[in-house]
């Protein structure tokens, strides 16, 4: 299995709904997902053969795991479809501008799930949040998922406020940061 494939799959399976509001067959947003990933803005955790368990991306400054163009959104939806999507990209809404690395989320196949790979993600990116000079992790937990928010407060991130943040008609987030020490 060609790693690049599997992590678009995985994040597309993961966070589709938050990255398309419009209706979008499978084929078509992993397609998307693997064409703007940028592989510098993601951390992966790989099995003992090197297959892939869990992903998170990063955002910051320097901007996020995914940045899709005009040309992206042309090349997956075509002509029209693509024009369509690429404009009904600026509703989305990111967070405010921080000097906090951002948690742009963490998929963990399902299997996996409960053996610490999330944890070991958000370790790595705390290590990266410290070698980059960021001050805290932040993420953003919609309000009405919460077995995610008690997971992310259990690894010790606490509330800094709720904001309606990605598209308009999306439920309120809460924004939840760790500072960093050392």
Do not use: C
């Not at 075509?78 to 989320?105: C, F, M, Q, V």
């Not at 799930?113 to 705390?126: E, F, I, N, Q, T």
């Amino acid at each position: 299995m060609h790693l690049g494939g599997a992590a678009a799959r995985l994040y597309w399976r993961s966070f589709g709904p938050a990255l398309q509001p419009l209706p979008t067959a499978t084929r078509e947003g992993v397609a998307l997902v693997a064409m703007t990933m940028n592989r510098e803005r993601a951390l992966i955790a790989l099995d003992r053969n090197g297959a892939l368990v869990g992903i998170a991306g990063l955002r910051g400054a320097r901007g996020g795991i995914l940045s899709p163009s005009a040309a992206d959104f042309l090349a997956t939806f075509g002509r029209y479809r693509g024009r369509l999507r690429h404009a009904a990209s600026w509703l989305h809404r990111a967070g405010p501008e921080t000097y906090d690395l951002i948690l742009d989320g963490v998929a963990v196949r399902r299997h996996w799930r409960g053996r610490g790979v999330a944890r070991a993600l958000v370790a790595a990116a705390m290590e990266e949040a410290r070698r980059l000079g960021h001050p805290a992790l932040l993420v953003e937990v919609e309000a009405r998922n919460l077995d995610a928010l008690a997971a992310w407060q259990a690894m010790g991130f606490q509330s800094a406020g709720r904001q309606r943040l990605g598209w308009p008609w999306r439920a309120r987030a809460h924004v939840l940061r760790k500072p960093l020490q050392g």
